[in-house]
C-alpha cells in the first residue's frame, strides 16, 4: 500500500505536528468508521479534494488519479428540517459506495461532505440544543457506518453568518458547533473518524459577529479545516479581481488571500500543521464594458459560461428568490477553458488568447480580444506558488475544489512538485 508525503526538510523550519492528547486527533493514525484501514496513507501531508458526486455520469470515480491523493471528500449530503437526518439524494446514494470501494482499494481515506453553499441552511438548528445535537451526532455516525466511511466533512457556510441568504443562524452557532465536536468525539463512530471542516477565510463567527480571536479548542477535534480561498472576486464584485488570490496586501482593495486568511486563523491560535488550503480549478468569467484591453480591477459586465446549459428564465434559487443571468453561471472549469479555446490542453493560453500573469495575487488571467470575455483562474504557475506557500509556513496540505475541474492533472501535479511529494510504499 502507498502513501504521499513531502521530505522531510519541507518540515524542519517548523518541526513535527503538535502532538494531539485527544487520541483522536491528527496524528493518531486511525481510520474511520468503516475498514479504511485497507491504506497506510500519512497524516503528515493531506492532498485531498472534494468530488462533485453530480458529475458521476462524466467523470466516474474510478476515472480519478488516486494514486495522487491521501484523502477524498464526497460531495454533498444535506442539512434538513430534522436533525436526526443528514439528507442524501438518490442519485448520491448510487454512486458513494462506488466511490467508497474506489478510495479503499487505492489506500485513500474517503470523506462525505455534509453542507456546502445550499446544504447548510439546517445546521444551525441540528445543533441548536443537546437534544439536537444528539440526534444528529447519530445522524452523522449511521451516514460513516452505512457507507463504510473514514471521515466526514464539515461544510457549514457559515456559523453565525448568512450564506446562500437563507440559513438558520444564531450567536451561539460557533459554540453549539465546538459542543457537537465534543459530543461526537465521545461517540464510538466519531472517535474514529477523520473530521475536518470547510471554513471561511476569516475565524468562525463569535455571539457578536465577528471573528473568534481564539478558535484553538476547535483543533482538538478538527483533523483540519480547509481554509476555502477562492470566490474572493467574481460577479458579485466591483471589478474584475483574482478568484484565488495567493496576496493581496499590495492590491488597491484588500478583498482577501491565501496569506491575510493562513494570517488570521493562525492569529486566532488555530496551529497552521493542520491548516489545509483550499485551491480552486476554476475561475469566474467576466465581459468587459466596452473596452478593447483590460486591466485587473477594471470594470466589467457579467458573463455566463455558455458550456453550462441554460433555459434562459432563470428561475429561483433553493431560498425562492430569482436567479439571474438567465440561470447561467460565471465559472469555468480548468477544463472547460480548455473546451472553450482559452486554454491549450497542456494548459497554457491558446492561440489569439491574451495571457497577463498578476504578481501581486499570483493569479492568472486569460483574456479573449474578440469576445471582451476575461477569465480569472489558476494555472500551473500559481498552483506552484501556493504549494510552496503550503511549505513554508508548515501547513498540513491542500484541498482542491473540485477534482473533476482538472486538466489531465495538470493542477494537481503543480502544486504536488512545489511541495516535493513523494510516494510512500509499504
Given at each position: ?37 485497507n491504506g497506510t496513507t500519512t497524516e503528515e501531508v493531506v492532498i ?315 493569479t492568472p488571467f486569460v483574456y479573449n480580444p474578440n469576445s471582451g470575455v476575461v477569465i480569472s483562474y ?49
Amino acid at each position: 500500500m502507498c502513501g504521499l508525503k513531502p521530505p522531510k526538510s519541507a518540515r524542519d523550519a517548523t518541526g513535527p505536528p503538535a502532538p494531539v492528547t485527544t487520541g483522536y486527533g491528527p496524528n493518531n493514525g486511525t481510520s474511520g468508521g468503516g475498514s479504511g484501514g485497507n491504506g497506510t496513507t500519512t497524516e503528515e501531508v493531506v492532498i485531498t479534494g472534494w468530488y462533485p458526486g453530480w458529475l458521476a455520469s462524466s467523470v466516474p470515480p474510478g476515472s480519478l488519479s488516486w494514486d495522487k491523493w491521501t484523502h477524498m471528500t464526497y460531495s454533498f449530503a444535506l442539512t434538513g428540517p430534522d436533525a436526526s437526518n443528514v439528507v442524501l439524494n438518490s442519485d448520491d446514494q448510487q454512486v458513494l459506495p462506488t466511490f467508497v470501494a474506489a478510495a479503499h482499494q487505492n489506500g485513500v481515506k474517503a470523506l462525505v461532505s455534509i453542507g456546502g453553499w445550499t446544504g447548510s441552511r439546517f445546521f444551525s438548528s441540528a445543533i441548536a440544543t443537546p437534544e439536537n445535537r444528539t440526534a444528529f451526532m447519530g445522524a452523522v455516525t449511521k451516514l460513516a457506518n452505512t457507507y463504510n466511511l473514514d471521515g466526514i466533512d464539515f461544510d457549514w457556510e457559515y456559523p453565525n453568518k448568512q450564506g446562500i441568504g437563507c440559513n438558520i443562524i444564531s450567536p451561539s452557532d460557533s459554540a453549539n458547533f465546538l459542543a457537537f465536536l465534543q459530543q461526537l468525539r465521545q461517540d464510538s463512530t466519531g472517535s474514529k473518524l477523520y473530521l475536518s471542516a470547510a471554513v471561511s477565510i476569516a475565524p468562525f463567527m463569535g455571539p457578536d459577529g465577528t471573528p473568534m480571536s481564539d478558535v484553538s479548542e476547535f483543533s482538538k477535534y478538527l483533523n483540519h479545516i480547509a481554509i476555502m480561498n477562492y470566490d474572493i472576486w467574481g460577479s458579485w464584485s466591483t471589478g474584475i479581481g483574482p478568484n484565488a488570490p495567493l496576496d493581496d496586501s499590495c492590491a488597491p482593495t484588500q478583498a482577501g488571500s491565501a496569506k491575510s486568511a493562513v494570517a488570521a486563523w493562525t492569529g486566532a491560535k488555530f496551529p497552521a500543521n493542520q491548516i489545509v488550503l483550499g485551491v480552486a480549478s476554476y475561475g469566474h468569467s467576466f465581459k468587459l464594458s466596452g473596452q478593447s484591453n483590460f486591466s485587473i480591477y477594471s470594470p466589467f459586465t457579467t458573463n455566463n459560461n455558455p458550456l453550462v446549459p441554460s433555459d434562459g428564465s432563470g428561475g429561483v434559487d433553493i431560498c425562492g428568490n430569482p436567479v439571474t443571468g438567465g440561470g447561467g453561471t460565471d465559472v469555468y472549469d480548468f477544463s472547460q477553458m480548455v473546451t472553450a479555446g482559452f486554454l491549450s490542453s497542456d494548459g497554457t493560453a491558446a492561440s489569439g488568447i491574451n495571457y497577463v500573469y498578476d504578481n501581486c495575487s499570483q493569479t492568472p488571467f486569460v483574456y479573449n480580444p474578440n469576445s471582451g470575455v476575461v477569465i480569472s483562474y489558476d494555472d500551473a504557475t500559481s498552483f506552484t506558488a501556493k504549494g510552496k506557500f503550503i511549505n513554508d509556513n508548515g501547513m498540513k496540505g491542500f484541498a482542491m475544489w473540485q477534482v473533476a475541474g482538472d486538466e489531465h492533472d495538470v493542477l494537481l501535479d503543480a502544486i504536488s512538485k512545489a511541495m516535493d511529494i513523494q510516494a510512500v510504499c509499504s
